[in-house]
């Protein structure tokens, strides 16, 4: 039974989608932990250099094993990012993007195509975020 990959199930699809699965989450692991002359992985160093300079807002909490107090925004950019990253392996491995079928596996290396989606959707995500509370709070002075 477990050998059967035609029958009434559709076996063949579930195995090839357990493959492109594995695939992608070995893509997505591999650029996690990718490291470049540095300590920190590529994807932290990009989460860092967006914190500090598109961040809309900080907040702050107090960790219960140290006493310290901790800034929290970054864990919001780096969930974000974390997304971001699952999302270019999908566009990597099947080429879709919009109306488009483009092959971004026979042009592009996986590393350097997650980073340039990494930077392109945390500015935009951003972006948004730092629009909606100003004009949220020029909605209210008009008020």
């Known amino acids: 039974m477990y050998k059967t990959l035609s029958g009434a199930l559709p076996t063949s699809d ?21 490291k470049i002359n540095s300590q920190k992985t590529v994807l932290e ?3 860092i250099s967006f914190n500090k300079d598109y961040k809309p807002e900080t907040y702050f909490y107090q960790s219960n094993s ?9 864990n919001d950019i ?6 971001i990253v699952w ?7 099947w080429g879709k ?23 392109f959707k945390l500015r935009t995500h951003l972006r948004l975020l730092n629009t909606n509370r100003l004009c949220e709070s020029y ?4 008020v």
Request: glycine fraction near 0%.
């Open 45 to 47: 160093n990009i989460i």
């Open 66 to 74: 140290n006493s310290k107090i901790v800034d929290d925004s970054i």
């Open 14 to 34: 579930i195995t090839d989608t357990k493959f492109a699965h594995k695939a992608k989450l070995e893509l997505f692991n591999h650029y996690i932990s990718h």
């Open 87 to 93: 999302e270019a392996t999908d566009k990597y491995l």
């Open 97 to 119: 993007s919009n109306k488009t079928n483009i092959q971004y596996k026979e042009k592009f290396d996986f590393c350097v195509f997650a980073s340039e989606q990494v930077k």
């Open 78 to 83: 780096r969930s974000v990012a974390h997304l």
């Open 139 to 142: 909605q209210t002075l008009i």
